[in-house]
């Protein structure tokens, strides 16, 4: 098992990719705190990986919720090894529609929120010799002009993660990020569906975007983040990795 007896939190994780990476986490022999806002959907989670997984319910808006995360998992498990910062706030937004308190939100979930989970569990971290892993988006490098809050949080939390690893490298912490790109969640499904596709969209991608003819599941991202929250890339730390189809810088891609 490559991550027997760890202690991880990995937040957003009552479905889509933050489940996925609960469930392998588990299966390597990780101790999880699965973390969310909907209660029953993280029940259900935490009843199929008991007796290695807690339930912490909690909206990261909250500025006072990151201490009372890491507070869980310390009293569930007594320490934590690894943070995984995967919710996030995906709005669609454009500027004529991104106003103060839509932004607000959108930096307090996706950008406050991880830096003050990890200066809540700093001494734990540095007492394991933790790291935490940041999921970021091929958005953070400049995105669409419907996710312009998103986009500029997903570019801050890349930023925050290069710089947690810089300044954290001498006490032993690490701390990487993973861009992704599209991902067939149940969330994304209903999002594609609500917005006009067919029931059957993901069997039709557009190939600019899936070149495979498939999209990305959460159990490909969970596959990769066992790597990175484990003990087989240390000491790496301050590495950003694009997890998509094409090369993200300099693309060309293929005209029909």
């Known amino acids: 098992m490559r991550l027997r007896d760890k202690v991880i939190i990995v937040t957003g994780s009552t479905t889509g990719i933050g489940e996925a990476m609960a469930r392998r986490f588990v299966a390597e022999g990780a101790r999880v705190l699965v973390h969310g ?49 995967n919710a996030a706030w995906i709005v669609r937004s454009n500027l004529a529609t991104t106003d103060a308190e839509l932004f607000d939100r959108a930096m307090a ?43 500029v949080s997903k570019g801050a939390l890349m930023t925050l993660s290069r710089n947690l690893a810089d300044a954290l490298g001498r006490d032993r912490v690490r701390v990487n990020h993973i861009n992704l790109g599209w991902v067939l969640s149940r969330n994304e499904y209903k999002l594609k569906i609500k917005e006009g596709l067919p029931a059957d969209w993901p069997d039709h991608p ?22 990175w929250v484990g003990d087989e890339s240390r000491p790496v730390s301050g590495s950003v990795l694009e997890l998509e189809q094409y090369p993200v810088i300099g693309r060309n891609p293929l005209k029909e």
Not at 38 to 62: I, Q
Not at 113 to 138: D, F
Not at 208 to 227: C, K
């Open 206 to 227: 557009p190939a600019g975007f899936a070149p495979s003819g498939r999209i990305m599941t959460p159990e490909l991202i969970a596959n990769a983040a066992v790597y």
């Open 37 to 85: 806002l909907e209660r029953d959907l993280g029940e259900a989670v935490v009843r199929e990986l008991a007796p290695r997984a807690r339930l912490h319910v909690d909206d990261l808006a909250d500025p006072q919720s990151p201490n009372r995360v890491c507070d869980a998992a310390v009293r569930e498990f007594g320490r934590i090894d690894a943070i995984v910062n």
């Open 109 to 151: 979930v996706n950008v406050r929120a991880p830096l003050l989970l990890v200066r809540a569990a700093i001494e734990h971290l540095k007492s394991s010799q933790g790291c935490v892993l940041n999921i970021g988006s091929i958005n953070g490098y400049c995105g669409e002009s419907n996710q312009l809050a998103y986009s």
